[in-house]
């Protein structure tokens, strides 16, 4: 059971979306039957518009497809593969590695902020998010906010008290947003050069950003998923054992619409000896360690006070081995033996192969190889949760996270303490913290919807220095959002001076230690601008 809000469709529009999508009446659908290209298209649009997938395929991309070849087909029953070669192979004798041989597009649409990182957790899937940035949260769906309602919570004395609370939490956003914006024209004002396009979309960009801290975690979202059967199978044992009973609803939803399309792949998820044994295995393990860290950490004890960011392990003959790596492909020798010439250089001597290795880097995406996979970092990030939903999609990492609370306070942006609306955000705060004590004893799983973006979370992130290079020069970036610029810029910052490999920092030219600017995404819209008026 979901609190889906179903699209209405006329006739004709039906009749178009049957041929390329797999249901019109479920948050969950596959696409097919049409060309990869103009599937990453949607995908990528989808992003940053409000509308559903398939509004947007109707409104903005049907009519540059030839689609009259495709009548006679229609995907929402299912389409007929012959699979006897995939069935033998795959389910018979478990040949893990044809799964990875077909892929599928999947929405994932009105889907919490809870359920996004579930749907997200997995290294070998590519996704596309709804951005808070893009997307104003003062719209509604179907005549109602756009939070997720979970059954079981509706469904008891709290329902009434958590819908209104949550409407109080929108109301007040979409109160702030016109002021916000209207506080930022005044900051920033126009420059003549700029379209009105341009300057319209940076301005509410801020104001957007300012504010989505005030949104609380069941805030909708739509996500785009690329993946493999075999990333899929292994997505859907994870969500099958989930806690949360939202990311066990839209797995079945998931698995329903991924059989229509790659049913061979998926013959596992739930049987009884094969995945459902593997769901009761995780959700064992999950429930054992929860008790375990109970009694280790009672409730009553208050965690330590710790910064934004600690530096909690890293090797100190790391720049050692990382040049040894950088000479290992260039020689005929054992690898103890590089090591050894390399521990007897002097350091202008390893500087001189790491300029070389290094190369010029003309931008973040040059590069360098994989010998700065040989070191790696782990770090402790306390930062709040709108942060961490954008760190955490970087999936070459290793990446886990503590259940999101009230508990460690939240951050304030200082736009919305300077336009004069703390007290307001302040009572936002307040709202979504009652709303989780009242909530957190019957539904302990379901407590996190009401926690609002601004509250912080703990979550350790460990990746090798070419990973932290591709997040730190990407995050800091002036374009990005400014709480996970500190984390970025923080992280940076401790690999050269507390772990003192000030080679490895110095590899990251592209990290942006810049002041926060006055529009973070006025440059970009100006450059997207320019490259649209290039494609006419």
């Known amino acids: 059971m979901t609190t889906y809000v179903a699209e209405d469709f006329t006739p004709h529009e039906a009749d178009v979306l049957r041929r390329y999508f797999t249901n019109l009446d479920s948050p969950v659908f596959a696409l097919v039957n049409l060309p990869e290209v103009v599937k990453g298209a949607l995908f990528a649009r989808y992003s940053r518009s409000p509308k559903s997938l398939r509004r947007l395929f109707l409104d903005e991309f049907v009519g540059e497809l030839d689609i009259a070849g495709d009548q006679s087909i229609d995907a929402t029953i299912g389409l007929r593969r012959a699979e006897e070669l995939y069935d033998r192979v795959f389910f018979e004798y478990g040949d893990d590695s044809v799964a990875q041989l077909g892929g599928v597009h999947l929405a994932c649409e009105q889907s919490s902020n809870l359920l996004t990182k579930v749907l997200e957790w997995g290294r070998l899937m590519s996704y596309l998010e709804q951005s808070t940035r893009y997307i104003a949260y003062d719209t509604r769906i179907g005549g109602r906010y756009r939070f997720y309602r979970d059954p079981a919570v509706l469904g008891s004395p709290l329902g009434t008290r958590y819908v209104g609370e949550m ?10 947003v016109p002021k916000l914006t209207d506080f930022f024209r005044e900051q920033f004002p126009k420059d003549p050069a700029d379209s009105d396009f341009v300057y319209r979309t940076a301005v509410r960009a801020k104001a957007f950003d300012s504010l989505r801290g005030m949104l609380p975690a069941a805030s909708l ?31 079945d939803m998931m698995l329903h619409e991924l059989r229509k399309v790659i049913p061979s792949f998926l013959k596992r998820v739930d049987l009884t000896d094969r995945g459902v044994a593997w769901s009761s295995y995780l959700a064992s393990n999950r429930s054992a360690m929860d008790v375990v860290a109970q009694e280790l950490f009672p409730a009553e004890e208050s965690p330590d006070e710790a910064p934004l960011v600690s530096l909690m392990d890293h090797d100190p003959d790391a720049e050692v081995k990382m040049i040894t790596a950088m000479l290992y492909a260039h020689t005929d020798r054992p690898e103890a033996q590089v090591e050894r010439r390399v521990r007897e250089m002097t350091a202008e001597e390893r500087l001189r192969i790491v300029d070389a290795y290094v190369g010029e880097r003309g931008n973040r995406r040059h590069r360098p190889g994989r010998a700065l996979e040989r070191i790696d970092y782990r770090f402790d990030v306390l930062s709040d949760y709108g942060a961490f939903r954008d760190l955490q999609r970087h999936r070459m990492m290793t990446i886990e996270w503590q259940d999101l609370t009230p508990a460690h306070g939240y951050t304030l942006p200082d736009a919305v303490v300077a336009s004069g609306h703390a ?18 004893t019957r539904f302990p799983a379901q ?18 220095a070419r990973e932290a290079m591709h997040l730190l020069e990407l995050r800091s970036g002036p374009q990005g959002h400014p709480t996970y610029r500190a984390v970025a810029q923080e992280m940076h910052r401790l690999i050269a001076e507390e772990a003192g490999h000030r080679a490895v920092a110095a590899m990251m030219r592209f990290v942006d230690h810049s002041p926060e600017p006055g529009l973070e995404r006025l440059d970009a819209e100006r450059r997207a601008e320019i490259r649209r008026a290039g494609n006419v």
């Not at 409407?167 to 702030?176: G, S």
């Not at 998923?225 to 899929?232: E, L, V």
């Not at 955000?425 to 957190?440: I, N, P, T, V």
């Open 447 to 464: 407590a996190s919807y009401a926690v609002a973006l601004a509250y912080k979370v703990r979550y350790v992130m460990q990746m090798n």
């Open 221 to 251: 979202s739509n996500v785009g998923i690329y993946g493999t059967g075999q990333a899929y199978e292994a997505l859907l044992l994870r969500m099958r054992s989930h806690p949360l009973p939202e990311a066990r609803s839209y797995a």
């Open 423 to 440: 007290r307001d955000f302040d009572d936002a705060m307040g709202r979504s913290a009652a709303l989780y004590d009242l909530l957190e």
């Open 167 to 176: 409407d109080r939490m929108f109301d007040t956003y979409a109160d702030l």
